[in-house]
């Protein structure tokens, strides 16, 4: 059993976008139908790049999602859902137990269902920490919702 510190999102914990474009962006997110249809919404002929594995990426010419410009995301309403949970990401509590010999007590824990989620969160996001009270059902919704995630459970 592991002991290593990850990092799980707290109780209370406060995050604000800051739009610094430094993080999230430059990497190549894994999209759906779903997210394909909302982006061809605004860029109808877009084509994402298609990995050797048949993963649909936003991955443009310079190795990065072609939608960051000037550090910022110009599909902001329409981007891709694991790009609307970051810098969070759900999994369900029972991977953590089995990841971990004990659970600290203030660990944000969502039930939905007869599952229980906790959140890991990217470390390196500098809007962690700033604003507002994180709403962790929505984003436990919004991750649910998401058809690519149903089909591919952790
Ligand atoms: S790294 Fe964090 S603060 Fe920066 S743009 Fe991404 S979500 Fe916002
Ligand atoms: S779609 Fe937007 S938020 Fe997602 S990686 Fe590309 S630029 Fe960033």
Do not use: W
């Amino acid at each position: 059993m592991l002991t290593v510190d990850l990092p799980v999102a707290r109780r209370g914990m406060l995050f604000k976008c800051k739009l610094c474009g430094q993080k999230c962006c430059n990497m190549n997110p894994e999209i759906d139908k779903e997210d394909l249809e909302r982006i061809r919404k605004i860029f109808p002929s877009f084509k994402p790049y298609v990995s050797p594995e048949g993963k649909m990426l936003l991955m443009g010419e310079k190795g990065y999602c072609p939608f960051l410009k000037n550090g910022l995301c110009i599909i902001h309403e329409y981007k891709p859902v694991i790009c609307q949970l970051y810098p969070f990401y759900p999994i369900e509590k029972k991977i953590l137990d089995n990841l971990l010999e004990e659970i600290p007590e203030d660990v944000e824990i969502v039930g939905y269902g007869l599952e229980e989620y906790v959140f890991l969160f990217d470390e390196k996001c500098p809007g962690i920490g700033e604003g507002e009270p994180i709403d962790f059902m929505g984003l436990l919704n919004k991750f649910l919702q998401a058809k690519h995630f149903l089909k591919n459970p952790l």
